[in-house]
């Protein structure tokens, strides 16, 4: 009996106890979506894209997502910022076909089944793809995004930076984990 | 002595657990260098790499989709399997929150939600590998001891879904749905060599090839060996000189040897499985020879699995599914010194197929077809010498059923999930069962669900169909068993950490089949006659901290009853608690795995009572100690606490309770290159 209710009331109190802590005035983390729109803007700072890239000097950096779009929010909020030279622009409801519009295109997990394609469809166009999905790196996306420790890291593929053209500047490359692949 | 032990180390885990929870919580003091108000743009790089992210849950797909199912789940992962020193399917199912175990020391059985019948072969639950359904056709049993089909080292997770399932699943989902889902060969990456050596003579041997090629090529090759000589053991109910003073030896034997292949390339997986097991039947079962070795079980089946994804540019995925399987049975049983064979032969193919998409934004429709073909399900039972046949039953059956699930978000934080599927079997007509849950999540991190379902046991061939001339009569009339379950269930996310849930049920079980005497012919046989009713409630707060340390606490309470006698049901337990906690000793390298699980008592078949009981399990596991080396080396029922099983039926077992294992241990060596 006396175990019994020695393993139950561990419980109990492990219950009672452990909030008080969680909720102890702390405030809430910043979610991981939060977290990748301050990255991607850090990377449309620097990374560099061919002139011609641009159709003029004022051109913004269009940021769009295909996929599930919870990274959205956090984009609406880097919009109009300054990179220097270039302001960030987002773009809602990209597609396949107006994919090409995007200087940054960040692919969701959804994505998945449909990466060749879209890679397909962004070759040759100077498109920074970004993912958040193990593998995506190798399989031919530029920067890919994974957690270490609850940490946000991020991994390059140099060849699919090479083929976009896009230059990236060594702060990234110091703090990335290069990944080889397509 | 060993109960005093036992309080000692109950106390030392609650005042671990008490200092633990709150002292390595404040981890999120150090995010106070960037506090949230701040704008994350403007932070230099290696800040923002020093920023931790909150609300995992919500980052992984998957986590994030145990939010939105609509039941309790929990999952298991292969890194916990290893920790724990799992040994089998029923290792880890045992430390599963509200789950027991029974063992009569032929078949491991599975008890949910108060409700464990031995003998029943575990046929009201649904056992999957990687979605392909495993219960066979001859007796619907789901296997999870050493007989399961799929190697324990094999496993990558386990997802237990609670609740009826027959809305998406069809028969057998009743109590429970259980997803192993097997490792890839990336997970491998390279060849695995492992060994290990246990108590009673046990010895287990396995190979294993996994990989993946640049072009998405995965393959994965497995096999496993193990041999156990088994307990000496003592049976009261046999204490005289004419049985070896109630002694066995040589006959709680244990072998099997198991292959797994999987290949996957582009949206197709190609999988096949084969197992074989041998055990002895120490406990004399069905009146047979006491103390015979060759009184023995073996259950051997195998499968062949295709699958096929693939998701459409416009926003809809397909799956697609072709099997095909076998199980074999045979059960030697000595009467006066002859064998009397039982076999069992079971064969069946069939399809599924599968589409899911995304409709006006707000439904997420899942609509779905199954076939399945049970070409063969014949029975055999005879005398080997001099040859007489007592049974000779061949039969065949066909399932179809349709299904449809369509995910409704009412409001952003407001979905209704309602399924319903039809099933129709050519051996006893058709069956509807719906599933209605609404998912509220008033804050993030803060989940209500409000679940309502149905589900159905079929009546398996042997329920249906064996008939000998002197002890068994057929009933071809059988029904299905009907459950309907009402649930309430509130999970919270605290951060990353811990995760905390709370849920009650209720359910009501209709046309329960049951072993009967025929007044007719005083032989026995199966009817749909009782009624039974549960009320329960469980709680578990699990938690996950920088360092390494995990652990769960869960405790579950159920009441059960049969409905017209209003008496409680046999081997149902009304108290469950557990305890799992990893502990790494040294960072990523060294880790103690401790179990603690205590088991209410239970009432037994003739009405006596088989105490509650508290088994403690230690295992130590290393890892990267030494290069390419895994190696653990565990205590199983660390206290020696004695105790017993509920014995299954008076056919089947003298016994109304059946010792259990006493402290045991286990060494595992594995080598990966």
């Known amino acids: 009996m006396l175990p019994r209710l020695l393993t139950i009331s561990t419980f109990l109190l492990a219950m009672a106890y452990s909030p008080g802590s969680i909720y102890g005035g702390e405030k809430p983390k910043p979610t991981d979506y939060e977290v990748k729109a301050a990255y991607i803007y850090n990377f449309a700072k620097f990374i560099d894209w061919p002139q011609s890239r641009f159709p003029d000097r004022n051109a913004n950096i269009d940021v769009c997502v295909l996929g599930n779009d919870q990274l959205g929010q956090y984009l609406a909020k880097i919009e109009g910022k300054s990179t220097g030279d270039r302001r960030i622009g987002f773009k809602r409801n990209t597609s396949l076909e107006t994919l090409r519009e995007c200087e940054i295109l960040f692919i969701d997990n959804s994505q998945m089944g449909k990466l060749d394609k879209i890679l397909e469809a962004a ?18 996306v530029t920067i890919n995004f994974y957690l270490e420790n609850n940490k946000m890291r991020f991994e390059i593929n140099l060849q699919a930076a090479n083929r976009a053209g896009l230059k990236i500047r060594s702060n990234l490359l110091n703090i990335a984990k290069i990944v080889t692949g397509p | 002595m060993n109960r005093i032990l036992h309080k000692i180390f109950l106390q030392f885990c609650c005042v671990l657990m008490l200092t633990l929870l709150p002292h390595i919580a ?8 960037a506090a949230p108000d701040r704008d994350l743009t403007e932070l230099p790089l290696e800040e923002l790499m020093e920023i931790e992210v909150a609300t995992v849950y919500s980052a992984s797909k998957f986590e994030q989709k145990l939010t939105e199912a609509p039941s309790s789940v929990s999952i298991i992962t292969s890194d916990e399997i290893k920790m724990y020193g799992h040994r089998t399917l029923a290792d880890i199912l045992r430390s599963v929150r509200g789950f027991f175990i029974t063992y009569d020391r032929n078949y491991a059985y599975l008890g949910v939600r108060g409700f464990g019948r031995q003998g029943d072969y575990n046929s009201r639950i649904l056992l999957l590998v990687d979605g392909h359904r495993t219960n ?3 007796y619907d049993s789901a296997l999870i001891g050493t007989e399961s089909i799929v190697d324990v080292d094999m496993i990558d997770r386990v997802e237990v879904v609670r609740g009826p399932g027959s809305s998406l699943y069809g028969g057998n ?40 090629s640049k072009n998405g090529l995965q393959a994965l090759v497995s096999g496993s060996i193990y041999d156990s000589r088994g307990q000496r053991l003592f049976f009261p109910e046999f204490a005289d000189q004419a049985h070896n003073n109630g002694v066995t030896d040589h006959t709680d034997f244990d072998r099997f040897h198991n292959v ?25 079962s069905y009146d047979t020879d006491f103390n015979d070795s060759r009184n023995s079980t073996v259950d051997e089946g195998w499968f062949i699995d295709l699958k096929y994804e693939r998701n459409l540019d416009i926003g809809v995925d397909l799956m697609g599914r072709l099997f095909y399987d076998s199980c074999e049975f045979e059960g030697n049983y000595v009467y006066g010194g002859m064998v009397q064979k039982d076999l069992g032969h079971g064969r069946w193919w069939g399809g599924e197929t599968q589409v899911s998409t ?13 076939y399945r073909d049970n070409y063969r399900q014949d029975q055999f039972s005879f005398n080997v010498t001099p040859y007489e046949p007592i049974v000779n039953d061949r039969r065949s059956s066909r399932v179809w059923a349709v299904y449809l699930q369509d995910e409704f978000s009412i409001l952003k934080n407001l979905v209704l999930n309602a399924g319903m599927r039809y099933d129709n079997y050519s051996n006893f007509g058709s069956t509807i069962n719906p599933r209605l849950a609404l998912i509220y999540t008033p804050l993030e991190g803060t989940v209500f669900k409000i679940l309502y379902g149905t589900a159905f046991r079929p009546p398996n061939v042997f329920e249906q169909y064996y008939q000998d001339s002197t002890t068994q009569l057929a009933n071809p009339a059988l029904s299905p068993e009907k459950i309907r379950t009402y649930e309430l269930i509130y999970e919270q996310y605290f951060g990353k950490k811990y995760r905390g849930t709370a849920s009650g049920f209720y359910y009501t079980i209709d046309d329960l089949i049951v072993s009967t005497t025929d007044p007719a012919t005083s032989m026995d046989t199966y009817r749909n006659l009782n009624r039974a009713e549960a009320i329960g409630g469980e709680v578990e707060l699990e938690g996950k901290w920088d360092n390494g340390l995990t652990g769960r606490v869960s405790y579950s309470y159920q009441d059960t009853w049969d409905s017209s006698t209003g008496q409680p049901l046999v081997n149902s337990p009304h108290n469950l608690a557990k305890i799992n906690l990893t502990i790494p000793l040294i960072k990523d390298k060294v880790f103690v795995g401790l179990e603690e699980q205590f088991t209410g008592r239970r009432k037994t078949r003739d009405g006596n009572h088989a105490k509650a009981f508290f088994v403690t399990n230690l295992t130590l596991f290393s890892q990267n100690l030494l290069e390419k080396l895994e190696l653990s080396a565990s205590i199983y029922n660390l206290f020696d606490y004695r105790y017993g099983d509920p014995g299954g039926s008076i056919r089947e077992h003298v016994q109304d309770m059946i010792q259990q294992d006493g402290r045991t241990f286990r060494v595992k060596l594995t080598y990966r290159f």
């Open chain 2, 260 to 284: 797994l292949a999987k290949f996957s390339y582009g949206g197709f997986v190609l999988e096949g499985a084969y197992s074989s097991r041998t055990k002895g039947i120490p406990t004399a």
């Open chain 2, 136 to 138: 066979d056709n001859l």
């Open chain 2, 358 to 370: 995304t409709l006006l934004d707000r439904n997420k429709i899942i609509a779905g077809l199954e």
């Open chain 1, 123 to 140: 070759n040759g166009s100077s498109i920074l793809t970004v993912g958040d999905t193990k593998g995506f790196a190798q399989r031919g």
């Open chain 2, 173 to 212: 989902a009743f109590f429970a749905v259980i997803n192993v889902i097997t490792k890839r060969g990336e997970d491998i990456g390279g060849t695995e060599l492992s060994g290990e050596a246990g108590s009673f003579d046990s010895y287990k041997g396995r190979f294993t090839y996994g990989n993946s």
């Open chain 2, 26 to 33: 404040p981890a999120g003091a150090e995010y106070e260098k």
